[in-house]
């Protein structure tokens, strides 16, 4: 079964362990501003969103390529750049609507490659903001929580009664 | 590489920027943030200076391992001569700051001289501007962080900031950054606004290059599951420090209205778990699998609404016990209110604490409260105070905007035994009678009345004694009420604080409070992994009590001996009445207190009178720097 990078933001404390274990390990020096992942953060508000390639089953970043350099790996689910292919037009940055694909300092594009299948991303978030899970483990766990709050509700109901 | 990088010195006065690198042979010694801090304040501050005139300098020093993605790396160490005790002035600083400003080329910096005008230094990958800040002066310190952002046009600016308490030059003004971080301690802010410097804005987008990469890696994994793998981590990733008060309210460890008694009753609505109604969250500072502040909302009341971060266990003495305020709520407002104006949460709590307790005795005049009831309990006038205070509005704020010492001058002789201070800095709302160890710790530091110098927090777990030989290199006694051994356990905790200052890291994942938390040892491989320079355990031992001997040295030159490293007279006098059967009842015995101030002098190779020998200062090579400046 297919893994799933999954986030949740409201596990997420702002830590940036996440762009900072990404950049080590891809660019060999620790700089979050050329990691493929990044923690948008509302400070005054307490609000941690992390944004990262979501892997589309479509990507739109695949459509737009000229040069059919995006390709999906079956393995991992990891949409990858081929980087014999690419001409780095960057037509893959501009239209991701989620920021996925970045420009390195090299000034190719770099991307989430799900580190062929152990995020070290993943493997950092204590909080376990960060999942690399079974599709249908995420919707477990997304019940779950739903049916907790459900519950205690009707806890909450039934002392009243 | 990491040990090779740059120092800027910026002259307010002239408006001049130098940028000059960090040898390799001073890192070897001092290793960066508060150790470099502080041998830099030892060497470019003149002997009896006024702290808050152009004279006296800023140091802002990152650690040797900011910015590896472990043990909460982003801490940041500020220092000056302080304007509260005139002694060293040192603090440190959590959240995002450090981390930005070496992606922003720099690991130090040097801020001397004074501003004509309202200024803020402006760092950009390599540049450094001195920018004019009249627009921001006033302003507090979550608008300052929000105005250089919206000035810049980049949200990803990190600042320290000063607040309307700094600007007043009120003596314990902190520095701010983020919701909630502050370098709380001995008044750095106040320094900022004696030289009209408003904040320190940075932004970088540069590399910092790590010596192994792949390796560091790795072990910055290991280095996050030790720490999260111990029970004390998981309490403070949900209650943050805020548990220490479920420990110390239960065996009486604490100290309520003032220093009364050491259990505040009635204290439920203190406890950590109330926090659950106000919080939608954790928080972690660069490189924290901890995350120990709460994020906090407060719906109702007149403050509502308001969003948060914190508090910490010392704003929870600072606004509850010690003032005998028993409701979260209370002390949410209060926490919110010091950021806001950038105060130290524990200094004005203590102060606030010592006039309701003169109050009560009769020793504060009428006209003296400025109409303020100052009753235990009374929220309104606690956060009235505060206001007041970082304001310097009324005679009473203004008189305790100074700080202890003056404070104590002005309002009569009779109100220093209830000051419960040490080098004219309050101490936390721990009560140290039953501890002798942690009773020495915050009578030694060089800073004031301090828990973070040297506290031996594990003291209080009863550990078996083996392990304690094992971790602190001699026998002594696992009973925390002894005073067997403890002058040892205190000096090694010194000296593996004043590293751990120095590399960059959060004093609370090392063995602060739990026993198999990173120490020397870990730090020694994480150093070579980030520069590649291999300083073994004994070495770092050496360069913390290198920078301990320095502060030391730095604080003998300003006049402070033995007759200083004393505590209030009340520990000597008053035993504990509440508590377990083993606290309750419980002073510092004097002699004993005064061998144990003997025994950790001679550790650390000073003579009776706490000043270094001739044989120290050769040992740790420190004995050409001793006769500068003097």
New interface residues.
Partial sequence: MQKFLFINPEKCSGCRICETVCSLHHEKVCNPTYARIQVIKWESSGLYIPMVCQQCEDPICETVCPMGAVFKDENTGAILIDYDLCVGCKLCVTHCPFGGVVIGKDGKIKKCDLCDGDPLCVKNCEPKALQYIEGTTINFHKRKAAAQRFSELMQKLLAAT | MVWNRKIAHINLTSGKVQTKKISKSLRKQFLGGRGLNMYYLYQYIKPGIDPLGPENALFIGTGILT????LGAGRCDIAAKSPLTGAVGDSNIGG?FAPELR?AGFDHLMVTGKAEKPSYIWIHDGEVTIQDATHLWGKDT?ETQ?QIRSDHNDEQIKSLVIGKAGENLVRYANVRT??KNAAGRTGMGCVMGSKNLKAIATRG??????AY??K??DY??EM?NQI?GSRWASAQ?KWGTLIIYSNTNTTGLIRTRNFQLNLLEDGENLEPEVMDEYT????????????CRH?Y?LKDGPYAPL?G?GPEYTSLGAFGTMVGCKKMETVLVGNHLVNKYGIDTLEVGGIIAWVMELNEKGLLSEKLTDGLNLEWGNEEAVFELIKRISKREGDLGNILADGFLPAIAKIGKESEYYAMQIKGMSNLHSDERPTPSLALGIATSTRGAEHLRSRPAIDLYGLPEELLEEIYGAPMSSDYTSYEGKSRMVWWQELLYAVTDSIGICKFQTVFCAVHAPKFEEFSKLIEYTSALKISKPELMEIGERIITTERMFNNREGFSRKDDKLPERFFKEPTTLGLPIIKGKKIEKGRFNTMIDEYYSLHGWDNNGVPSEETLKRLGLENKYSMNS
């Fill in positions: 910015g590896i993605p472990a995002f992606f979550f929000d983020g919701m987008t540069l590399d910092v290059e790590f990469p792949d560091l890696l910055c994994s996050n999260t990733s939608i969250g954790m928080s972690g500072c660069y490189g924290c699998s901890v995350h994020r909302v969003f971060e």
